[in-house]
């Protein structure tokens, strides 16, 4: 029971960031329909970035801020050197785009930086834990799923509360109308891009505070989390692709601990097959979108 | 563990990789009309003329790319001096590494000594073939400062096998290649011994893969295998007093990653320690461990090795977790993955063991060549215990060529087959009596004191 406990709140802190980084993923298709397979790219920059910093003496406490700010610059650059000339292409060219934007990040960072491994030191506090009776809940856990909660209510605030969350429902809903209406896309593209920058910049810093290394390939990892917790929570659904972040991160660590061992390896293979079943059952995901269009 | 042995033998082994290596971006298309007139969304007529600019544009860059991409690094001839002596005849190592290239004797001239190097500079190994491909052409010209071999210039020519493998190597063999230096992992590497077909010798610098070593086809590992390091490990945890093992795998028989925990478990049983957890994981990726961790928090005394193949990042992000959950008594040990992805600069590093290629001490032969390339490039290599590795495989060529007296690939590769007790930049090579996989001591390195030093040596 201890350790199911455990895992659960360890679940939890790895669906924060799988959230955070799915809201972003959520924030561009909603607007673009644009399936965005570069999203990890901006935590690739941010690790560069990062690395460049920690290694030089930086402390964490202004690496943080550093990584955000680069995450979003980058996709504000990404969406102005890519995006913003494929704007009235099909579904299937932007999301060529997306996959040549990622290979073009990596291949810059390969060719220009290294092929190698690049470390940096994690900060000091990530491992250690405090104990609740029998459990011992890492900090790291704590810190991430209150810092997810609280971007999500800012979010939240910002989507209902705000002209420019107006404009961006607005424009998730209905992007032609939207226009029609007087909503300015040039400002509503470049404020989602800034956003889901934003947001995959504070998923990066908790990212990078666990991997404490970057190399070219390091956004694989997070686009894949991103888009499959977009995935499964529904397409288009801001509120789904949180709900897909904590469904994706729960069930990675409770099936690995819960699996017999002889299948553990294939946790991953069983995290897919579940996904499969669940696209069988309900295709637009956990929260379906009528607008959503799946590519 | 000749069961385990067989039975890897018996798979059919395909190392995946997790990218494509060449970086392509096709921009098919632009949307028309400008950014400010608000219909970016609705505008997509084509100028079909527009069109057919960018793709000529495109094209006319792919065939340049193209042109780019067949023309390989070339290095050596030239220069001069004289060598002799030595390990084997006319090959004086230390002779060569002490060549001075400011203060070179008279150029050789004879038919030139051709060594190909079939590398992979994806990400995946650029970070030993890329450095690889750069030392061995500095070696080819120290070579040729001496005079070269028996007068005959060495050239080191570089084909990166990109998305094509075979025709890299293909490239190479056209140029007249007398061996080659081929990538560690056998998607490449399987493609350019179908290639060679056994015709010329092919030594695959930076592997531990036990199925690429196959002396019939002229194939040779430079270094110990899967086998030789997780056995070391295993024994050196035994001797080290520690009966019992956690060991983190990616499933049994997967190479590298599954190979290494199987041969690990296999001898440390035989030794008669026990294995009381094995964990799963994903190799290069994961770096957080709190399932694993919650569960070995319940079944572990505080006292076991922890073995795995993972990289760097990944034993010192699980040791803080295990460390966080109270196992601080833990003992680690690794493959060369660890030296590989920098053990030596991870923070909480100390007392962590791992088996390198070389354990390079100050002053030694390595540590002086590494140096030298410094020097003379201005730039350290981004690896160094893997480059003695390219060297040896550039040396153990040549003393093929210089044994049998002959040119010819299969002359070479049986004479290959024969050496023994090569002292290499590496230590001691026998192939003699083997299959390709040399019998080599293995180097237990542990951080201590945040020095990576040599703690013990394990018998091939």
């Not at chain 1, 404020?191 to 920058?197: C, Q």
């Not at chain 1, 810093?205 to 995935?231: C, E, H, N, Y």
Request: net charge negative; charged share 15%; aromatic share 8%.
């Amino acid at each position: 029971m201890t350790e199911l406990l455990q895992n659960l709140i360890d679940g939890l802190g790895r669906g924060s960031i799988y959230a955070l980084l799915a809201l972003g993923v959520a924030v561009i298709f909603g607007v673009m329909h644009l399936l965005n397979f570069a999203h990890g790219e901006l935590i690739t920059v941010s690790g560069y970035a990062a690395m460049w910093a920690l290694t030089s003496g930086v402390s964490w406490w202004l690496a943080v801020p550093l990584i955000i700010v680069v995450s979003i610059a980058t996709s504000l650059v990404i969406e102005r050197v890519a995006f913003s000339r494929v704007r009235g292409a099909s579904d299937f060219t932007l999301l060529l785009t997306s996959f040549g934007v990622h290979f073009v990040v990596q291949a810059i960072f390969l060719l220009y930086v290294s092929a190698s491994v690049k470390n940096f030191p994690r900060p000091g506090w990530v491992s250690n834990t405090y104990s609740i009776g029998s459990l011992k809940v890492e900090w790291f856990d704590t810190v991430v799923i209150l810092v997810t909660l609280i971007t999500l209510a800012a979010v939240t605030y910002l989507l209902q509360r705000t002209m420019f969350g107006l404009s961006l429902r607005a424009a998730a809903a209905d992007f032609d109308t939207a226009r029609l209406m007087g909503v300015n896309s040039n400002n509503v593209i470049r404020g989602a891009f800034a956003l889901s920058g934003l947001l995959a910049g504070i998923a990066g810093v908790f990212w990078l505070m666990r991997a404490g290394q970057t190399q070219p390939s390091a956004g694989i990892d997070p686009m894949l989390k991103g888009v499959l917790a977009a995935l499964i929570g529904g397409l288009g659904s801001l509120r789904g692709a949180v709900l897909g972040g904590f469904v994706l991160g729960l069930a990675e660590v409770v099936l690995r601990s819960q699996l017999p061992d002889s299948i553990a390896s294939l946790t991953e293979g069983v995290v897919f097959a579940l996904i499969a079943l669940l696209f069988i059952f309900r295709p637009g995901g956990l929260i379906t979108v009528a607008h959503a269009e799946r590519v | 563990m000749e069961k385990v042995r067989d039975e890897i033998d018996k798979r059919v082994l395909i190392v995946n990789r997790s990218l494509p290596n060449n970086a392509t971006w096709a921009r098919d298309h632009r949307a028309n009309g400008t950014h400010n007139q608000g219909d970016m969304f609705m505008g997509s007529h084509r100028d079909s003329r527009t069109r057919f600019r960018i793709f000529a544009l495109m094209f006319s860059i792919a065939l340049i790319a193209a042109a780019c991409g067949s023309d390989a690094a070339e290095t050596g001839g030239g220069e001069s001096s004289g060598g002799g002596g030595g390990d084997g005849a006319g090959l004086d190592i230390d002779a060569i590494l002490a060549a001075d290239l400011d203060n070179c004797e008279e150029a050789p001239t004879g038919d030139p000594i051709r060594v190909g190097m079939a590398m992979d500079f994806s990400d995946v190994v650029g970070f030993v073939d890329i450095p690889g491909s750069q030392l061995n052409p500095f070696v080819a010209e120290k070579i040729n400062c001496t005079g070269g071999i028996n007068g005959q210039p060495v050239e080191v020519r570089v084909a990166e096998v990109g998305d094509d493998a075979a025709l890299a190597a293909q490239d190479l063999l056209d140029w007249g290649a007398h061996f080659l230096v081929g990538p560690p992992f056998a998607d490449f590497a399987l493609p350019i011994l179908q290639t060679t077909d056994g015709e010329v010798p092919m030594f695959v610098a930076a592997s531990t893969e036990p199925t690429l070593a196959d002396a019939e086809i002229n194939s040779f590992l430079v270094t110990f295998d899967d086998f030789g390091m997780a056995e070391a490990a295993a024994q050196w945890a035994w001797d080290e007093g520690i009966t019992r093992a956690i060991v983190f795998t990616e499933g049994e028989g997967i190479p590298y990653t599954g190979v290494n925990p199987d041969a690990f478990m296999a001898k440390f049983t035989e030794l008669g320690g026990e294995v009381v957890s094995v964990q799963t994981y994903v190799w290069a990726a994961d770096t957080d461990f709190s399932a694993q961790v919650n569960e070995i928090a319940g079944l572990s005394e505080n006292n076991e090795i922890v073995f795995s193949a993972a990289l760097a990042f990944q034993v010192t992000a699980l040791r803080g977790q295990l460390e966080g959950q109270g196992l601080d008594g833990l003992t680690y040990i690794g493959t060369d993955a660890m030296d590989a992805t920098g053990i030596q600069v991870e923070d909480n590093n100390e007392g962590i063991a791992h088996t390198p290629h070389t354990s390079i001490s100050a002053g030694d032969r390595i540590d002086t060549l590494l140096a030298d390339y410094e020097a003379a490039n201005g730039e350290a290599l981004e690896s160094r215990s893997f480059m003695a590795l390219y060297v040896d495989s550039m040396f153990l060529g040549i003393q093929g060529i210089l044994d049998c007296g002959c040119t010819d690939g299969p002359g070479i590769g049986e004479a290959v087959a024969n050496i023994s007790g090569f002292q290499g930049l590496s230590g001691e090579i026998t192939y003699a009596g083997t299959n390709g996989i040399p019998n080599k001591d293995v180097p237990i390195n542990r951080i201590v004191d945040g020095e990576d030093v040599l703690v013990s040596t394990i018998s091939g």
